[in-house]
Each structure stands twice: as C-alpha cells, then as structure tokens.
C-alpha cells in the first residue's frame, strides 16, 4: 500500500508542469515544450525545474482565442463591417446594419 502511495505521489510530481500549463490554457506547442522537460527531468532533474517556470511564465492563449470568438460580422446588403459593440438587426435570415435596417424594414413589411 505504502509503495502505491509513493508511486503516485511521484506521477503527480512529474506531472506537475503539465498540469499548471494546461490549467493556464498554454499553446500546444508550448505545451509539448513542457512536456518534453519534464519527461527529461525524470533523468536529468534540472529540465523539470525549468518545465516548471516555463509552464508558470508562457503567456496565456485566451486573448487569441477570444479574438477569433467574436469574428467580424458583415451587413448583408451594404458589406460594412459592424463594430463588436453594434447588435446586428436580422432581416429574412441576414444580418444587417442599423443603418439598412432603418432603410429595408418598411420594404420588408410590405
């Protein structure tokens, strides 16, 4: 039971900078950076020291996926591009601006 204990305690331990890493939304290729350290570290022991920092200090990847969430969005009759604060009026299933909007809603009526 004790060797169980140690086993595990060990595994957790290696995997450590994995973890904080993935915990911090790394890039892949950063993270397969940490994780190559740290499978070095279980021979050499210093790579894991610096597996550690780097998965500390690697920027985060969530501006960069935010930045792809809110993808540009385009008035369907004009082409302008909308700004992330406009709230895109729907006109038969497209989005408009509120400039064509104000225009086409009394043609849409009719």
């Not at 900078?17 to 397969?32: D, G, Q, T, Y």
């Not at 570290?41 to 210093?46: A, E, N, S, V």
């Not at 008035?75 to 104000?102: A, D, F, M, W």
């Amino acid at each position: 039971m004790a060797l169980l204990v140690v086993c595990a305690g060990i595994f957790l331990l290696i995997a450590l900078p994995h973890v904080i890493a993935k915990s911090r939304n790394v890039s892949s290729k950063n993270l397969s950076t940490v994780d190559i350290l740290t499978a070095l570290g279980i021979f050499l022991g210093i790579t894991w020291f610096v597996a550690i920092i780097l998965a500390c200090t690697y920027p985060e990847e969530q501006a960069q996926q935010q930045a792809t969430a809110t993808s540009a969005v385009t008035c369907g009759n004009c082409g302008r591009s909308l700004g992330k604060l406009e709230t895109p009026n729907v006109i038969r299933g497209h989005n408009v601006c509120y400039q064509c909007y104000t225009l086409l809603k009394d043609q849409v009526q009719q």
